[in-house]
């Protein structure tokens, strides 16, 4: 039973089309400098320079996707870094093969576990619900995001929806952190017919 609050953001479990999900991700760049962290499992925007940021929506949110790690020039070794997270402040080359860049799963119709900040019921299957943002964990460099339970309601504009509560011998229906599988209710941004 999950009884303690250990969020991680959101991990993609398969597409909606029951295809089976083969973490494809694609590479996103990130501003030099940025600074703000992003984690494995934060959600992040397309912003107008064409970079991405972390997404600090809650009760609505606007993603181009999952953020799975970073690739950039290490400045004080000076080598190439695949990360879990991309560290605020990183400053790097400007374009080129030492771009600061980002994957992202960017699948509007990926399905994904996420960890309620609460007790989800059977029943709550099928509601919307909001995101709690969390600061992230620099020990793991995982996101500590969850899933709003106090949010659920049937309001149309809330980002996620729940599908079902995710099957696993440690996780029931009304744990008091219960993990739940979920899709993107509204603004993804392969989406939204506004450019950005």
């Keep these: 039973m999950v009884a303690t609050a250990s969020p991680f953001g959101a991990r993609a479990v398969k597409s909606l089309a029951s295809r089976y999900n083969s973490t494809g991700s694609n590479l996103f760049p990130i501003a030099n400098g940025y600074a703000t962290n992003i984690f494995a499992g934060d959600f992040v925007v397309r912003v107008a320079d064409g970079t991405i940021e972390k997404a600090t929506g809650t009760t609505t949110l606007s993603t181009i996707g999952i953020f799975i790690g970073a690739e950039y020039t290490e400045p004080n070794l000076n080598y190439r870094l695949r990360a879990q997270f991309y560290p605020a402040n990183t400053v790097g080359v400007v374009g080129g093969v030492d771009q600061i860049n980002g994957y992202v799963i960017d699948d509007p119709e ?83 017919t506004t450019g950005v």
Excluded at 153 to 159: E, F
């Design 110 to 192: 990926i399905v994904f576990k996420i960890q309620a900040d609460g007790p989800i019921a059977l029943a709550d299957v099928g509601s919307n619900a909001a995101i709690v943002q969390g600061a992230g964990s620099i020990a793991n460099g995982n996101s500590t995001n969850a899933l709003d339970q106090s949010s659920l309601a049937t309001t149309s504009t809330l980002p996620l929806r729940i599908l079902e509560i995710e099957r696993s011998p440690e996780n029931v229906a009304g744990d008091a952190f219960t993990d739940v599988l979920v899709k993107f209710n509204t603004g993804h941004q392969y989406l939204n």
